[in-house]
């Protein structure tokens, strides 16, 4: 299957500083790329569709002014979490596919704590 | 509203057992299924999927089946091994959708 390619797979970092996590599809290209949100034995919960050459879409609740997403180019999403706090602290996942009936392929996600 | 959940969130079995991990959806208008396993700090891996017009379809070890009468969507691991260990999720998808929707999961565990 085609590869999602996530990095850092982990980082920690201060209260009020800023996060970047980077989703490159290696193999393929991505018009869209989609970033998840995962809690602790909680399931994937969307937070926005990144779209390649426009402006991400954002699911209900999400702030998309501290949550930055940018798509530049059609291997590459980036995920800025901005003026990060403790409860920002999750596992952060992107994929690409999974549209329609397509399979969806996934980073290796991205482990974020705030201290 | 529509969902897509699964009955057990936890499930252990022998090792060489047969695993069953069940999942039910409520949108008649999905018609793509898949199964992802999930390992601890890693991001879903694919197993296996199925489209609405099919009841049944095997992988290797795996074979899932789709009850559309019940919305019922299942997960068949024969002979599970230690590294079937793992949080497995069922998603449904559907034309003119841009993402998945995922249930809630299950923690199989084998045991020795």
């Known amino acids: 299957g085609a590869v999602v390619s996530q990095h850092p797979s982990r980082v920690i970092c201060k209260s009020g500083t800023s996060v970047k996590i980077e989703c490159r599809s290696l193999?393929?290209?991505?018009?869209?790329m989609f970033w998840y949100r995962q809690f602790p034995k909680q399931s994937l919960m969307l937070m926005a569709t990144?779209?390649?050459?426009?402006?991400?879409?954002?699911e209900q609740g999400v702030e998309k002014d501290k949550f930055l997403i940018n798509h530049a180019s059609l291997t590459l999403s980036t995920l800025t979490v901005t003026s990060a706090h403790p409860e920002d602290s999750s596992f952060y996942i992107c994929?690409?596919?999974?549209?329609?009936?397509?399979?969806?392929?996934f980073g290796q996600g991205t482990r974020l704590t705030v201290v | 509203g529509e969902s897509v959940g699964l009955h057990l969130p936890t499930l252990s079995v022998q090792e060489g057992d047969n695993s069953i991990i069940n999942c039910a959806y409520s949108?008649?208008?999905?018609?793509?299924f898949i199964w992802y396993k999930q390992e601890s700090g890693k991001g879903p891996q694919f197993i296996i999927d199925?489209?609405?017009?099919?009841d049944k379809r095997q992988g290797q070890r795996v074979t899932v089946l789709l009850n559309k009468t019940v919305k019922h969507l299942s997960l068949q691991i024969a002979a599970t091994q230690p590294g079937d260990s793992a949080v497995y999720f069922c998603?449904?998808?559907?034309?003119?959708?841009?993402?998945?929707?995922f249930g809630s999961g299950t923690q199989l565990t084998v045991l020795p």
């Open positions: 994929s690409a596919g999974g549209q329609g009936n397509t399979e969806a392929f």
């Open positions: 949108n008649s208008a999905s018609d793509y």
């Open positions: 990144s779209n390649e050459g426009s402006k991400a879409t954002y």
């Open positions: 199925i489209r609405s017009n099919m």
């Open positions: 998603a449904e998808n559907r034309a003119g959708w841009r993402q998945l929707t």
């Open positions: 193999d393929f290209q991505a018009t869209t």
